[in-house]
Each structure stands twice: as C-alpha cells, then as structure tokens.
C-alpha cells in the first residue's frame, strides 16, 4: 500500500494515510485521459450556433437583371452566397458535440489522473479545516502556509462540507470541486490537488 502524510491546515504533519494501489499506483493511462478530457470539453459546448443558408435570408425573390445582353454575369437573386447579405454556404448549424465515452473510462482516467497527481508530488491530504463558519481570511493563511497562494489549485472536499465551500468560493485560482462531482479534468487541471480525509475516503470507495 502506499502512503501519503496528513497535514493540518499549517502544514504540520499529523499522520499518514494508506492509499489504495488501485486508484493511486497504477501506470497513467494517457490516451484514455485525453479522450475522456476531450468528451468533458465537448459537452460543455451548447451547439445552438446557426447561419442561413441562401433559401433562409429575406428578400432576393426578384432576378436582379436580365439573363443576357448586359455584359455581366447571370444572377439568380441577390442572395446567393456571393453577394453580400446572401446566405452562408456550409455554416454551423445546430447539433451535439457529445462524444460517447464508458464508465470503465472515465473511472481508468480518474485513477490515471491521480496516480499521476501522486507521483509528481502534487497532491495534499488535509486532515480538517474546521471551519466553524465561513472565514476567508483562514482560507487564504491556509494557501500561504502551502506555498500555493496565486497558483491555480483543485480543492476537494466532502459534500457536506458547506463552511469550507463558502470560505474558499471567493478566492481566485481555487477550484472547489465537491467530491461527489469529482471528474478527470478538474483532477489534471491545477498546480496541486488538495483533498480532505473525508473526500479522500469517498475517492477510494467510489474508484477502488
């Protein structure tokens, strides 16, 4: 089993924790992460996007001039997609983005990820914040005692942990990530992981 250091909310060790071999040693599996990466991006796209085409635009009914005799070229309507105000040949028209991918792949690509994570030391366990209330002011001597003030970093943490969400939501660069809604982009997507005790359980019960 590997093991990882607890830490406090100073940095001070308190403990260690096994890791499951399973979720956290495995080989990263770098092409099932790209295209799991990849499917996430491509749901997040709406498709509502739209041009017309030239039997859609308004107006052009009438033949602009005659077919022969004027030395210029014959045109149909002045909404052909030559003219300016004609129609769009070959624009975007509704649909989906979505990229079928299965639970087995988006599971490898979470442990992938975090094998990853562990292996280039960019991942924390915190023990407690113990927030009381919400504190901000808390939250940021938290990223300062880390050394990861002004670094982009992924934050997970338990779903019922509301005091910790409220305390972090207003800090720039921090990602709060309920893991319930754990996913491999949020995981790859950060200078360092950050992971409670109580999201890590809920971690190795669900990938394990």
Not at 48 to 60: E, F, S, W, Y
Not at 98 to 122: F, H, P
Request: hydrophobic share 40%.
């Amino acid at each position: 089993m590997t093991t990882i250091e607890i830490k406090d909310v100073k940095g001070a060790a308190v403990g260690t924790a096994e890791l499951s071999d399973a979720v956290f040693a495995i080989e990263p599996h770098m092409h099932v992460m790209h295209s799991v990466v990849r499917a996430q991006q491509a749901s997040w796209r709406q498709g509502t996007h739209d041009t017309k085409t030239r039997g859609q635009v308004r107006g052009g009914g009438k033949k602009p001039w005659r077919q022969k005799g004027t030395g210029r070229a014959r045109q149909g309507t002045i909404r052909a997609p030559q003219w300016a105000g004609g129609g769009t040949v070959f624009g975007p028209h509704p649909r989906s983005y979505e990229l079928k991918t299965n639970r087995k792949e988006v599971k490898l690509a979470m442990r992938s990820a975090l094998s990853a994570k562990l292996a280039d030391g960019e991942l924390i366990v915190v023990d407690d914040f113990g927030f009381e209330k919400p504190c901000t002011k808390d939250a940021v001597a938290f990223l300062k005692a880390f050394g990861l003030d002004g670094k982009r970093i992924t934050l997970v943490i338990g779903d019922e942990d509301v005091e910790t969400f409220l305390s972090f939501r207003n800090i720039q660069r921090v990602n709060i990530l309920p893991a319930s809604c754990m996913n491999t982009y949020d995981f790859l997507d950060n200078k360092a992981l950050v992971v409670t005790k109580q999201a890590l359980e809920k971690i190795e019960e669900v990938l394990a």
